[in-house]
């Protein structure tokens, strides 16, 4: 699964271009979902969900045509993002998930620097950000391949173990051609296997992450170091 972030500030045509995005890309035979990242409620007070709701309980919903659960507390963006059965996902709003590439809609051309322009892949709207690839309602299409062909999602746990400070700038880098999502360990299934007197011991996927990450960073900058099977004796 991929995703491309929809990001502006309120009034500035998220909704609208992420109704025409998925459009689009289902048009060209993907399967498309979208998470809407908001600050608000996502129920209308005195609902029956809302009624029936209270702190950690979940309430479901069931109709004819559709479905819904209301959480009542944080989840995180990648517990959503992992139960969605698509190809790629728009996440609209999430101006603070530097984990993914991103479409700006700006109202003026002063908002671009609070939305971390570095991560996006063009503009949509009347206002456009130079050297930026610019879109509007005219070529959606052309967008939808844009975004099909650079949508991508990182681990989003700033781990470091790309080497680089945190996501944002393994997004960057991704988007400057300079790195690509597989360089991002934590999506990556750990390769170290750790033996005590010939006895495997079992790691979680993280501990066995940090510790492969912790190993190959200190190796790399030996001379003769290279990609292969790695061996450790401590006696």
Same mark, same amino acid.
């Given at each position: 699964?991929?995703?491309?972030?929809i990001?502006?500030?309120?009034?500035?045509?998220?909704?609208?271009?992420?109704?025409?995005?998925?459009?689009?890309?289902?048009?060209?035979?993907?399967?498309?979902?979208?998470?809407?990242?908001?600050?608000?409620?996502?129920?209308?007070p005195?609902?029956?969900?809302?009624?029936?709701?209270?702190?950690?309980?979940?309430?479901?919903?069931?109709?004819?045509?559709?479905?819904?659960?209301f959480?009542?507390?944080?989840?995180?963006?990648?517990?959503?993002?992992?139960?969605?059965?698509?190809?790629?996902?728009?996440?609209?709003?999430?101006?603070?998930?530097?984990?993914?590439?991103?479409?700006?809609?700006?109202?003026?051309?002063?908002?671009?620097?609070?939305?971390?322009?570095?991560?996006?892949?063009?503009?949509?709207?009347?206002?456009?950000?130079?050297?930026?690839?610019?879109?509007?309602e005219?070529?959606?299409?052309?967008? /939808?391949?844009?975004? @099909?062909?650079? +949508?991508?999602?990182?681990?989003? =746990?700033?781990?470091?173990?790309? #080497? *680089? %400070?945190?996501?944002?700038?393994?997004?960057?880098?991704?988007?400057?051609?300079e /790195?690509?999502?597989? @360089?991002?360990? +934590?999506?990556?299934?750990?390769? =170290?296997?750790?033996?005590?007197? #010939? *006895? %495997?011991?079992?790691?979680?996927?993280?501990?066995?992450?940090?510790?492969?990450?912790?190993?190959?960073?200190?190796?790399?900058?030996?001379k003769?170091?290279?990609?292969?099977?790695v061996?450790?004796?401590?006696?």
């Amino acid at each position: 699964m991929r995703a491309i972030g929809i990001t502006g500030f309120k009034n500035s045509g998220k909704t609208t271009l992420t109704g025409l995005l998925a459009t689009a890309l289902e048009g060209l035979g993907r399967k498309v979902a979208v998470i809407k990242c908001t600050h608000h409620g996502l129920d209308l007070p005195g609902r029956d969900t809302s009624k029936l709701s209270a702190p950690g309980r979940p309430v479901a919903a069931l109709g004819e045509d559709d479905a819904a659960i209301f959480w009542r507390g944080k989840i995180g963006f990648m517990d959503l993002f992992t139960r969605l059965p698509a190809d790629i996902v728009l996440v609209e709003g999430g101006k603070n998930l530097t984990f993914l590439p991103r479409v700006l809609c700006l109202r003026d051309i002063l908002e671009a620097p609070m939305l971390a322009p570095e991560l996006a892949v063009g503009t949509f709207g009347p206002v456009s950000l130079p050297p930026l690839p610019a879109f509007d309602e005219n070529s959606v299409e052309e967008l /939808a391949r844009v975004a @099909d062909a650079k +949508a991508f999602v990182l681990g989003g =746990l700033d781990c470091g173990l790309c #080497g *680089r %400070e945190n996501c944002a700038a393994l997004t960057r880098d991704i988007l400057a051609g300079e /790195a690509s999502p597989k @360089d991002c360990l +934590a999506l990556t299934p750990p390769s =170290l296997n750790l033996k005590v007197n #010939g *006895r %495997e011991v079992p790691l979680n996927d993280f501990t066995a992450r940090m510790l492969e990450g912790g190993l190959r960073g200190m190796l790399a900058p030996l001379k003769g170091m290279a990609a292969g099977t790695v061996e450790i004796v401590l006696k």
